[in-house]
């Protein structure tokens, strides 16, 4: 059964840090190029950032310098780092694989606000 687990949001004021953590079940993941996604309310869901096997990072401009994505194979587990968090920031986040989405699972909410 495949799961996809994100978890480490929360309310976080500007300039604050998170780590979201996503923890796979029945994915083929030391095998796969994952990523993180977001959805602002009453938008489309867009990649964030994407690691491939061998650790080869991408992301989006609006993240790039602030989010860092990274992955234990041993684990199973995908993180994103998040730094100087600004409010456009706020919306649920995902995880999944970047070739061959799989179901998602349901976010992780993260709200940047004073």
């Known amino acids: 059964q495949v799961q996809l687990v994100e978890s480490g949001g929360g309310l976080v004021q500007p300039g604050g840090s998170l780590r979201l953590s996503c923890i796979t079940s029945?994915?083929?993941?030391?095998?796969?190029?994952m990523g993180w996604y977001r959805q602002d309310p009453g938008k489309q869901r867009k990649s964030v950032a994407t690691?491939?096997?061998?650790?080869?990072?991408t992301y989006a401009d609006s993240v790039k310098g602030r989010f860092t994505i990274s992955r234990d194979n041993t684990k199973n587990t995908l993180y994103l780092q998040m730094n100087s968090l600004k409010p456009e920031d706020t919306a649920v986040y995902y995880c999944?694989?970047?070739?061959?989405?799989?179901?998602w699972g349901q976010g992780t909410q993260v709200t940047v606000s004073s």
């Open positions: 999944n694989k970047v070739y061959y989405l799989l179901d």
């Open positions: 029945g994915v083929r993941f030391s095998t796969s190029t």
């Open positions: 690691i491939t096997v061998s650790g080869m990072t």
